[in-house]
Every structure is written in C-alpha cells, then in structure tokens.
C-alpha cells in the first residue's frame, strides 16, 4: 500500500510541475510584454533550475538579457537556444545583433567549401529532427523491402531493392547526423568568454606566459582542461589558456 502511495505522490508531484511550467512561462512573457524583463528573466531561470529547458526559454531569456543591456549573457542563451534548435531564424538573427557589440572581431580561419558546405547542412537541423527523418527513412527502407520480396512482377522487385539500398544508405547517413548533433548537445565543446577582459596564458599557471586578451562575448573552443584552467582554441587557431570561471560553457 505504502509502495503505491508513493507512486501515486511521484505522479502528483511531476503533473502538477508540468502544470506549473506553462504558467510560469505565461507570467515571464506578461512580464516581458510589460517591459519588466529582469521579473521575466527571473522566473525563466527559475524554470531552468527545474531541469526543464528548451530552445524557446533560452531564447526567451536572451531577449531579456538584451533588453537589460546585458549582452553576454543574451549571446549565451541565444547560443543554446540554436543548439537546441539550430534552424531558428529569430535566434540567429538576435545573436548576430548581439555579437555586433562584442570588442573582438576574430577572422576565421578558411575552410573547403565542401567542409563549410556539409557543416551547415548537418547543423541545419537538430538531434531530434535528424531522428525523424531518420526514421521515416528506415520505414521507407522496409517498404520497400516488403516490395521487393512479394512482388510479383519484376518492375516493382527491381524498384523495390533500388529505392531500398538508397532509403538504407540514407537512413545510415541521417542516423550519423542525428548522433553528430546530440553530441554537440551532450559535450557542449564551445563556450563564452563571460568575463569582460581575460589573458590567455600560455600555460595553466598564473606564471604562464601571457598570450593576448580576449574580452566578454566572444565565442570559443574547450578543447582541454586541467584543474581551474581549460584550454581554448579561437576561430582563427589561436588558442591558450584561461581560468575556468571566465568561461561558461553553451
């Protein structure tokens, strides 16, 4: 009895956070609308503290960040937020009107058009979205096996195994995109300079050889770390190291 009075709470208690979301969410959007955004963006991190995050909330968030002047943090939330859903038109626009004001303009290193070509197509979609295509790939895939095996007439055997091995080859490359695309989410490899002016050194030691400065905004590469230091690595292939608390990561 005890064991189903506890499941019964468990249920309760997730339900009634369900339902409190929405509301929170419809209270920090009034909020906003009233021109109160630090009100607003106080209740979206109190959302974000539940666990529950999505590429709206943080884009949310980075429109009150920015109307509070606090572009930093607008830049990093608006970054989530396209890592969450990265076909956001509204979110990279209002992140390139961010970055505008940051003091660094860091020219990035050339790349093969074939290498810029198949990032942006990869990136254009997210994790969740790959996966559907992934899957109604696969279904084509089956169908057309089925066609194939009980056809009886050879022009649908032979378009059965044609459309076939093409719907598997795309259904492998599109579950490749999908596992590419949650692990940016998962390892979250970039971060942003949170602190308005910060020395890369060019080792994890206050004593390290300083580098340059980078200043707030600017978007970079964790490509290491080693006790409060991670290493960082720039669009144009400069990298050093930084004290970890100036960097949070997207």
């Known amino acids: 009895m005890k064991k189903w009075l506890v499941i019964l709470s468990l ?27 630090q009100e607003a963006a106080g209740i979206y991190n109190q959302i974000l503290t539940q666990g529950l995050e ?14 509070l002047g606090e572009n930093t943090k607008a830049i990093l939330n608006y970054e989530r ?18 970055q505008n004001q940051v003091v ?8 093969l058009f074939l290498v ?12 969740d979205q790959w996966a559907y295509v992934s899957v109604v790939l696969f279904l084509v895939f089956l169908v057309m096996v089925a066609l194939f095996l009980y056809s009886s007439r050879i022009v649908w055997k032979k378009t059965g195994f044609a459309v076939g091995i093409v719907a598997l080859l ?18 979250r490899e970039y971060g942003i300079v949170m602190t308005p002016s ?5 080792a994890p030691d206050d004593s390290g ?25 720039l669009e144009d292939g400069n990298e050093g190291w930084v004290v970890k608390k100036d960097v949070e990561k997207i």
């Open 104 to 111: 660094d303009k860091i020219e990035v290193l050339p790349e």
């Open 209 to 233: 050889t300083e580098l340059f400065v980078i200043h707030e905004g600017l978007k970079v590469r964790i490509i290491g770390s080693l006790g409060d230091w991670v290493n960082i690595r």
């Open 198 to 202: 910060v020395t890369v050194k060019g």
């Open 170 to 187: 795309l259904t492998v490359m599109t579950v490749m995109f999908t596992v590419k695309q949650n692990n940016r989410i998962t390892e």
């Open 11 to 37: 249920l309760l208690q997730t339900g009634w956070g369900m339902a409190q979301e929405p509301d929170a969410s419809q209270q920090a959007e009034t909020f906003y609308r009233e021109g109160k955004y």
């Open 81 to 98: 937020s396209l890592l969450l859903n990265p076909g956001d038109a509204d979110a990279r626009y209002n992140l390139k009107m961010a």
């Open 116 to 127: 810029r070509w198949y990032k942006a197509f990869v990136s254009y979609f997210s994790a």
């Open 54 to 67: 999505s590429a709206k909330l943080y884009y949310n968030l980075g429109n009150c960040y920015y109307k």
